[in-house]
């Protein structure tokens, strides 16, 4: 990046176990978070049906967590936003 800035939206691969939590914390799914940014994250799950459209997403291992929504999904793939 020849001007120094970060571009938007600009992710990075990464293969960490997250947990897509809902209902009131009283249902979770586990993920591999697999691409990473500053806005958004690619996560892989066995199948996506009955997944709000909504939700948290944490990362046990990095200590993170954060409201996230689905921007695309397919079988086994969500692409979400963080929410602000």
Do not use: H, Y
Not at 32 to 59: C, H, M, N, Q, Y
Not at 60 to 70: A, S
């Amino acid at each position: 990046m020849a001007d120094g800035k970060a571009q938007i939206g600009q992710r990075g691969r990464m293969l960490r176990a997250g947990s897509i939590i809902f209902n009131d914390r009283r249902s979770t799914i586990d993920s591999a978070v697999k691409s990473w940014g500053s806005d958004r994250a690619g996560l892989s799950i066995p199948v996506t049906t009955g997944i709000p459209t909504e939700f948290l997403l944490a990362i046990p291992g990095d200590g993170f967590q954060t409201r996230c929504k689905i921007i695309a999904q397919d079988r086994q793939n969500l692409e979400v936003a963080f929410a602000a």
